[in-house]
């Protein structure tokens, strides 16, 4: 299955230089749809031109972005040897509520790159 999702520029560049192998998500009805071997295609929200395409290698699903940040390695999830110190699970608070991580739960999508 190919599944379709849109990102911010500096989380797309990071998955396409291969800096971040795992995306956070809300585990909502979408994401729950998503089962290791499928496809996702990523589209910059900047450049609707810009996609990559990768493989879905592993899904690490949680109850909130706490236990997230607890267990998975941070460096694979977007941050740098520069802002891992400042790595906080509030910061996904940005894109999704509390609520809706109680209701829906949390996944790490290991990613593997399969064209640039």
């Keep these: 299955m190919i599944h379709n999702m849109r990102l911010n520029p500096e989380p797309f560049n990071m998955i396409s230089s291969g800096q ?28 609707s031109k810009q996609e990559i395409t990768v493989i879905v290698v592993n899904l690490h699903r949680f109850n909130s972005f706490e236990e997230l940040y607890n267990t998975l390695p941070l460096l694979k999830c977007g941050y740098t040897e520069k802002d891992i110190t400042k790595a906080n699970p509030k910061d996904m608070e940005i894109y999704y509520s ?12 290991e990613i593997r790159t399969i064209d640039k």
């Design 20 to 47: 971040k192998a795992i995306e956070l998500r809300l585990n909502d009805k979408k994401r729950q749809l998503i089962n290791i071997g499928d496809k996702i295609v990523f589209t910059n929200t900047a450049d």
């Design 98 to 109: 509390k609520e809706q991580q109680e209701e829906y739960g949390v996944v790490g999508i």
